[in-house]
């Protein structure tokens, strides 16, 4: 794995390695009989958490990453929130509000978040009606 990014912040490094680790892991779950340790993958990503350490972008990698061997484009404009550890754990978003609120601010067409983080407590009905639908395939 090659990251473009540099110098990438030890956060970023991080965050790239626990969902490298994930796929490799569990590759048969998430890509099926592909191999991705026979791939090579460069990234670049752009943080957008206030501190720009790139810790918070393991899910979004390990999104891109399957998508990449599948061979299957991620739908733009979709905003991906969520840390994940080197267990596979997608851990809770602790700022919820402010993740939604920029998102729809800058027309975001879809957000995916730990199911977690859409039941914390700081997140409160919108007052008026939202220019946003939620859709579900199923």
Same mark, same amino acid.
């Given at each position: 794995?090659?990251? %473009?990014? /540099?110098?990438?912040?030890?956060?970023?490094? #991080? $965050?790239?390695?626990?969902?490298?680790?994930? @796929?490799?892991?569990?590759?048969? #779950? @998430?890509? &099926?009989?592909?191999?991705?340790? $026979?791939?090579?993958?460069?990234? /670049?990503?752009?943080?957008?958490?206030?501190?720009?350490?790139?810790? &918070?972008? &393991?899910?979004?990698? =390990? =999104? $891109? %990453?399957?998508?990449? =061997? %599948? /061979?299957?484009? =991620?739908?733009?404009? !979709?905003?991906?929130?969520?840390? @994940?550890?080197?267990? &596979?754990? *997608?851990?809770? *978003? +602790?700022? /919820? @509000?402010?993740?939604?609120?920029?998102?729809?601010? !800058?027309?975001? $067409?879809?957000?995916?978040?730990?199911?977690?983080?859409?039941?914390?407590?700081?997140?409160?009905?919108?007052?008026?009606?939202?220019?946003?639908?939620?859709? +579900?395939?199923?």
């Amino acid at each position: 794995m090659k990251i %473009l990014n /540099q110098p990438a912040p030890p956060p970023f490094k #991080e $965050a790239v390695r626990c969902a490298e680790q994930n @796929l490799y892991v569990r590759a048969k #779950e @998430l890509v &099926g009989d592909r191999d991705p340790r $026979a791939h090579e993958f460069s990234i /670049q990503l752009r943080a957008f958490d206030s501190a720009k350490s790139g810790s &918070g972008v &393991g899910v979004g990698v =390990l =999104l $891109a %990453l399957c998508s990449s =061997l %599948l /061979q299957k484009s =991620l739908k733009g404009g !979709t905003v991906v929130a969520g840390s @994940l550890n080197i267990g &596979g754990s *997608i851990e809770t *978003i +602790s700022d /919820q @509000l402010s993740v939604v609120e920029i998102a729809i601010e !800058t027309g975001t $067409a879809a957000i995916l978040m730990p199911i977690g983080s859409r039941r914390h407590p700081t997140i409160s009905p919108p007052t008026s009606p939202p220019k946003w639908r939620h859709s +579900s395939k199923n």
